[in-house]
């Protein structure tokens, strides 16, 4: 079973995005490699900021973190969505944790030349203790949550195993 610590930022994206996909990849099933989205992710995140080193919070895995304490993330999408400010959130969460008191979060979005500022204030911290508690009570669900309706599934690497008959 998860642990508050191991709570990480796919977990938080997969909460916001479908609790039995976060009930799915919790009990260790792996389809992302059949992703193409996964791939086309992976590869812009390859490509447009080599030049700076991964921060590796075990459970998180940050791009870097600039000289004023904001928490800096690619992200393959082309604009900020809810999961994304999740993601962002805990991150910041996870480094205050840590002892790292950061300011928020940067996130960039190359394919739009977009970037978007979260400030971690109080607000943000109470809904990334709340997401975390969300992770947990999702992964104690003795069933599979039910399926969202089939037109939020586009692109999820789960639909042949949710919705082959
Ligand atoms: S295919 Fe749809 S219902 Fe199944 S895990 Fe993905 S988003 Fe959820």
Do not use: N
């Not at 692109?155 to 082959?164: L, P, Q, R």
């Amino acid at each position: 079973m998860i642990s508050y610590e191991d709570v990480g930022g796919v977990h938080i994206k997969y909460l916001h995005h479908c609790h039995r996909q976060l009930w799915l990849y919790l009990r260790g099933i792996r389809p992302e490699h059949l992703s193409s989205t996964v791939q086309l992710g992976e590869a812009v995140h390859d490509t447009s900021y080599s030049r700076h080193s991964p921060v590796d919070l075990g459970a998180a895995r940050l791009d870097f973190i600039d000289g004023e304490r904001w928490v800096h993330e690619v992200k393959s999408s082309a604009r900020p969505g809810d999961a994304d400010r999740a993601q962002a959130y805990h991150y910041c969460h996870q480094l205050h944790r840590f002892g790292i008191d950061v300011e928020g979060a940067i996130l960039h979005y190359p394919a739009t030349r977009r970037t978007q500022r979260f400030p971690y204030t109080a607000e943000a911290a109470a809904q990334a203790e709340t997401d975390i508690a969300q992770v947990l009570a999702v992964a104690s669900a003795p069933a599979s949550p039910d399926r969202l309706p089939r037109s939020r599934c586009r692109g999820c690497s789960f639909t042949d195993y949710c919705w082959t008959e």
